[in-house]
């Protein structure tokens, strides 16, 4: 007797497999994206430039050590006898190193004229604009000098930046495959944050740059002009009989002076006070 296979059992069959592909691709595609997860493994860490805690240190002191930033600043009195030319020597001087004015202002007062400038030359030129000035002909009155070395702070930035800069394409990756608008808002402020965050390093490495490329010197020029005499002598005799002549005469200037500008009522009083006098000397003759 001859068997017949029923169609219907066996488009049953044939469908099972079928919809379970179909379901576990559904599945998958509805998935959120897992922002803190989604690369994972050592090959995602390396596209991301993350390093472990061992080779970021190893790489952090190679640096340090490869590239010194140090930064020069200084601090000068100078007086001088000729300011004028002085400050011409330094203008000079500065040009022929290729400085400049940060700063510059003069001054006059009775006692002296002052120059308040503030120096920016390339390191490389540091000792010898200090040299220049040690071998002119004005008279150093104080001297401050001081190095800071900013290596570690740099290579710290350069280090924090490149990382930085590498979660930042991570991010940008994730936004076109963003799958709902929580996840889109979620991976736009992660990026608003990083892009504020190496605004500002680059910013501070480009304030070290400026600072490690170019010293800095405050000089103040001046030329005393007089100085107060500080000791007094005791006048003499003659000196003071000089004065209290002077002053006397100056009394009897000062009195008449004030007798011109009363005289209508001298007019009156005069008059009267010589009537007044003879008639107190002969009451009789006024009887």
């Not at 700063?103 to 040299?131: G, H, M």
């Amino acid at each position: 007797m001859k068997r017949t296979i029923n169609p219907y059992l066996f488009i049953g069959l044939f469908s099972i497999p079928v919809l379970v592909f179909s379901c576990s691709q559904n599945g998958e595609s509805k998935s959120p994206v897992n922002l803190e997860s989604s690369y994972s493994g050592k090959d995602s860490e390396q596209s991301a430039g993350l390093r472990s805690s061992a080779a970021y240190k190893e790489e952090k002191d190679h640096t340090t050590q490869s590239k010194k930033k140090l930064i020069k600043t200084g601090n000068l009195t100078i007086e001088s006898k000729h300011i004028e030319k002085s400050k011409s020597n330094l203008d000079v001087a500065l040009k022929s190193l290729d400085g400049y004015y940060d700063n510059e202002q003069f001054s006059k007062s009775d006692y002296e004229f002052r120059y308040s400038l503030t120096v920016r030359v390339p390191a490389k030129n540091f000792d010898r604009i200090l040299q220049v000035i040690h071998h002119g002909d004005d008279e150093i009155i104080s001297k401050n000098i001081k190095t800071r070395d900013v290596s570690t702070e740099y290579v710290d930035i350069e280090t924090r930046l490149k990382s930085k800069r590498a979660y930042l394409q991570r991010y940008e990756d994730f936004l076109s495959r963003a799958k709902s608008m929580d996840e889109l808002l979620q991976i736009q402020e992660k990026i608003r944050a990083l892009i504020e965050e190496i605004e500002s390093q680059e910013g501070r490495l480009q304030f070290l740059d400026d600072q490690v490329g170019y010293s800095t010197l405050d000089i103040e020029l001046y030329k005393t002009i007089s100085r107060p005499d500080s000791t007094t002598e005791e006048p003499g005799f003659w000196e003071n009989a000089k004065k209290s002549i002077a002053n006397g005469w100056s009394g009897v200037v000062v009195l008449f002076l004030g007798l011109l500008s009363i005289w209508p009522l001298l007019l009156i009083l005069v008059p009267a006070g010589i009537y007044g006098y003879r008639k107190l000397k002969n009451p009789k003759k006024s009887n």
